[in-house]
Every structure is written in C-alpha cells, then in structure tokens.
C-alpha cells in the first residue's frame, strides 16, 4: 500500500460510475432511434441534429449559475437543450423535443456502470484506515438512487450531496464541510475526481490535493488554473 492521507473525498459520477462520459456518442446512437421522426435519413444529417443540441446544452452548462440550478433537474435541461436545437434547425417541435430528452435520460440511465475497480479500491482504502467521503453534485433522489444501485453508501463515512446539502461543487463550502465532518484537515486530505474545475482546481485553493482521473487520456486542460497533484487513468493506481 502507497503512502495515503487520513481522507479521500470521491466524486461520483464519471469518477465510482460511468454515467455521463462521451456525450457525443450517445446521442448519436439516440437520435438514430429518432431518424424518421426528424427527417434526418444519413449520418450527416443526424450529425447536424446532434450539434445543435449539444451546442445549446453548451451554451447554458457554461454559465455558472444557471449550471448549478439545472443540475438539480438534469432531465429538465436536457429538454430545453433539444427544444432550443431543433429550434435553431428551423424546426420546433417541444412534443417531440420533450421525447427525444427523456429517451435520452432513460438510455443515460440505463447504461450507468460501476467502474470495474471501484468497490475493490475504496474498499481497499477503508481498510487501510483512510476516512471516505462522497461528495457529488445533483439532486437528492437521483444521486441516492445511484448510490443504491451500486452498493456505495456503506463504504463512506460520509455522503453529501448537492441537492440535500444545498451547496455543489466548486463552491468551498462544500469541501470545508466535507472536511469538518470527517475530522481532517484540508493538507491530509485528497480529492478525487474527473471534473477538472471542481475536483482539481477548488479543492486544491484550499490545500486538499487533487487527483484528476482521466480514463479517456484527455489530457490536462491547455488553459488550466492549477496543476493537479496527481493524475490517474485507473481507480486501482491509489492503492497500488
Ligand atoms: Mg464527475
């Protein structure tokens, strides 16, 4: 076992499960499902719905607070993404906008999985004595649903979520009050996760070091604020 700290706070989704990862492939596949109904019969069609949506999904996740409000109602997003998409193809239709989105969030759903080394790495790292936190952003029901799914809850001394807390990542309250529940201090603390801004660059303000997963090699951000402490492609590299 590496040297480790008294805590580990862990984001949960992207980072314990799949959830979100590679967008663009999933609506493909999606709007595939959709082709009659848009009109949209070859790639090059489907290509320009796709970016249209997610070019309006963009647009609003990018803004600060509207992000931290839409997070608490994902689904809601996703329809006024596709609604303002097909509205920039000239074609507006919310009936059909409101479908393509939920079908989205049910296949999204769906196909959440348990990174393979999860369970075994924080389980590892509970055994080893480290305090473990769950700190992810989004609403109550549906991050406890998933944190049901995937038999997380009793692993972590600690869960916060956003939509119970009343605060999301990367606001400082966040990790100040993770930190105080577990009864660590921020410079023996790391933070793991795949959210550059939030799992890296906020905690590390504070003197918590963050771990940048990155399982797809995207590679460090060309205009990031801070270095990470360190990056990992795999869960398992923290115990190893
Ligand atoms: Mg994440």
């Avoid at 600690?158 to 807390?165: P, T």
Wanted: aromatic share 8%; charged share 30%.
């Amino acid at each position: 076992m590496p040297v480790l700290p008294r805590a580990i706070l862990f984001d949960l989704d992207d980072t314990l499960i799949r959830a979100y990862a590679q967008p663009e492939e999933a609506w493909t596949r999606l709007l595939h499902i959709f082709s009659a109904h848009l009109d949209a019969h070859d790639p090059a069609t489907i290509e320009t719905v796709r970016a249209a949506i997610m070019g309006e999904a963009r647009a609003f996740w990018n803004d600060r607070a509207e992000a931290a409000k839409w997070r608490l109602d994902i689904p809601g997003a996703r329809r006024l993404s596709v609604r303002r998409g097909l509205e920039k193809l000239g074609r507006p239709d919310e009936a059909l906008a409101d479908k393509i989105a939920d079908a989205f969030t049910e296949m999204r759903r769906q196909e959440y999985r348990l990174y393979p080394d999860a369970h075994a790495t924080v389980d590892a790292l509970r055994d080893a004595g480290v305090k473990l936190a769950l700190i992810t952003n989004g609403a109550g029901l549906t991050q406890r649903a998933k944190i049901e799914r995937f038999d997380l809850e009793h692993r972590f001394h600690h869960i916060q979520i956003e939509g119970e807390f009343g605060q999301g990542k990367p606001e400082l309250a966040v990790y100040r009050h993770a930190l105080e529940k577990l009864g660590c201090e921020a410079c023996d603390t790391w933070m793991v996760g795949d959210n550059y801004e939030w799992e890296v660059v906020a905690p590390q303000s504070l003197g918590i070091c963050g771990i940048w997963y990155d399982p797809f090699d995207a590679g460090i951000p060309a205009n990031a604020a801070a270095k990470p402490s360190r990056v990992i492609k795999r869960l398992a590299e923290l115990v190893e």
